[in-house]
């Protein structure tokens, strides 16, 4: 079965770029879609089909996908954007990466 | 407002089974890809299961396959999970969610717990 391999942790210094990775073989061959989850709440999507924003997602928000990773780029990194962050793909089924904590201090 | 309201989700002991649900609002239903997501407590999100609009096709991970069945009602904006022979294995927050473009999960119900009880 097809597997997405992330992180399990992510530190950035506010108002500094976080990268978060996301890895699978060929993956650039697929879309890659990105979810935001804090504590207690439901996931929530921040980018779809490798670099779509969603409406309402702040433009420091941006994606990528090539070769065998995508990546979650968040610039300017806020406070507000610590949380747990999944990568998202299909290979014949729905796979999700097991998750990376972005920490910003 | 688009919304997924999940229910029938608590306490069930190994072995038996819960009837999940998932209201719809907001969105043209009949026109979208379903799924169920769970996230077992303190871990990651594992897709479950999904169902083509019409409930034509219905596809499932490995782990529930032959117990677990989705199903849906286009009259009634409905989603459903049908859970059998639960294990303690399947204790998590139990969500629905939309499939957009791309397969990406745009909209998101609140979840429901589902606790098994060995």
């Known amino acids: 079965s097809y597997e997405l391999t992330q992180p399990p942790s992510v530190s950035v210094s506010p108002g500094q770029t976080a990268s978060v990775t996301c890895s699978g073989d060929k993956l650039g061959d697929k879309y890659v879609s990105w979810y935001q989850q804090k504590p207690g709440q439901s996931p929530i999507l921040v980018i779809s089909q490798n670099k779509k924003r969603p409406s309402g997602i702040p433009e420091r928000f941006s994606g990528s996908n090539s070769g065998n990773t995508a990546t979650l780029t968040i610039s300017g990194t806020q406070a507000m954007d610590e949380a747990d962050y999944y990568c998202?793909?299909?290979?014949?089924?729905?796979?999700f990466g097991g998750g990376t904590k972005l920490t910003v201090l | 407002e688009v919304q997924l309201v999940e229910s029938g989700g608590g306490l069930v002991q190994s072995g038996g089974s819960l009837r999940l649900s998932c209201a719809a609002s907001?969105?043209?239903?009949?026109?979208?890809?379903m799924s169920w997501v769970r996230q077992a407590p303190g871990k990651g999100l594992e897709w479950v299961a999904n169902i083509k609009h019409d409930g034509s096709e219905k596809n499932y991970v490995d782990s529930v396959k032959g117990r677990f069945t989705i199903s849906r009602d286009n009259a009634k904006n409905s989603v459903y999970l049908q859970m059998n022979s639960l294990r303690a294995g399947d204790t998590a927050v139990y969500y629905c969610?939309?499939?957009?473009?791309?397969?990406?999960?745009?909209?998101w119900g609140q979840g429901t717990l589902v606790t098994v009880s060995s």
């Open positions: 969610a939309s499939e957009g473009l791309g397969s990406s999960f745009e909209y």
């Open positions: 907001g969105f043209t239903f009949r026109s979208y890809w």
């Open positions: 998202q793909a299909w290979d014949s089924l729905v796979v």
